[in-house]
């Protein structure tokens, strides 16, 4: 477990806890580390700046984070743990994906404790529970009008391939321009790879023209790289999920440099954080100042969601 204990001069302390992945061999370590190097920066950044004043007394943050291993079972004990600590976790992190989020939030909720999640587009996760909340934005919507426009003008042949936690992740309008139903996959299959090789295969036989990919990391990685093992060249390729993290640009290498996806945050986004003061290119460039990696959106996100908590 990780753990970031305030300054001692703070008389109390507000305790954030989190099942999250950091452990390189997780399926999740790349997004996992980058969340958790985004939640130390903001609790470092606030108790160095005098705490949270909560009725009219400084009060500090202490972080703790417990290893998920990318795994469900993992969550739901490293959730029960935090909450049985002691002193117990006031409020909660959730880890990366909607599954594991859903899972984090079926133990927190009916705890009455506080969720807040950076990295859950499922609607799902967040329906009947009071206590369960995302900071999100609508990035289906940005490519909900490019697919009116195509079913419109005669749409391309188009299959859509996404991980089996993440089944609304598209737009109604995308899945009715697809040339099949859409492709599913379980990323803690053992065959993950080969039920990837089979699919790509059959829409290279089928003549399909586009791949849309809502996914996380390993589905990003695998279909360009099977693609170009195929010698398939589809027309386009978009993630709407996974918007090119590190470890997705190490394995396609130069490759990456020709694959897109809809991300909602770029540190070119002329915003200012009401909270810290810093503009989205300060943020990025503290970030990898200070843990040596791109924060992506899954950082920028991971930031916001425990300013907001907070």
């Not at 943050?61 to 490293?78: F, N, Q």
Request: glycine share 6%; with cysteine; hydrophobic share 40%.
């Amino acid at each position: 477990s990780l753990r970031i204990s305030p300054h001692e001069h703070f008389n109390r302390t507000i305790t954030i806890g989190a099942p999250i992945s950091f452990d390189m061999d997780d399926v999740h370590f790349s997004s996992g580390r980058t969340m958790m190097q985004a939640w130390k920066m903001f609790t470092e950044w606030v108790n160095n700046h005098g705490g949270i004043n909560f009725h009219g007394e400084n009060v500090s943050i202490t972080l703790v984070c417990v290893e998920d291993y990318s795994d469900s079972d993992y969550v739901e004990e490293g959730v029960n743990i935090l909450l049985n600590s002691t002193p117990p976790t006031d409020l909660f992190l959730a880890p990366y994906t909607s599954f594991l989020t859903h899972i984090a939030a079926g133990v927190t909720n009916p705890a009455q404790k506080m969720l807040m999640a950076g990295a859950a587009a499922n609607e799902n996760v967040f329906r009947g529970r009071n206590y369960t909340f995302s900071t999100t934005c609508p990035s289906t919507l940005y490519i909900e009008t490019v697919f009116r426009s195509l079913k419109q003008f005669s749409a391309p042949r188009v299959a859509v391939l996404r991980d089996i936690d993440e089944p609304i992740c598209l737009p109604d309008i995308v899945t009715s321009v697809s040339a099949t139903s859409p492709f599913e996959f379980d990323p803690e299959a053992i065959d993950y790879d080969e039920q990837i090789l089979v699919v790509m295969q059959e829409l290279q036989a089928n003549g399909v023209e586009s791949i849309l990919g809502c996914s996380y990391e390993k589905l990003c990685i695998n279909i360009p790289s099977m693609a170009k093992s195929l010698d398939y060249n589809p027309d386009g390729i978009l993630f709407v999920i996974c918007d090119l993290v590190q470890e997705v640009r190490d394995s396609l290498g130069y490759d990456s440099e020709y694959v897109m996806g809809i991300t909602p945050w770029v540190p070119t986004v002329n915003t200012v954080d009401t909270i810290v003061g810093w503009t989205a290119q300060e943020f990025q460039d503290r970030f990898v100042l200070t843990n040596n990696i791109d924060p992506t959106t899954i950082g920028a996100s991971a930031f916001a969601g425990i300013e907001i908590l907070v």
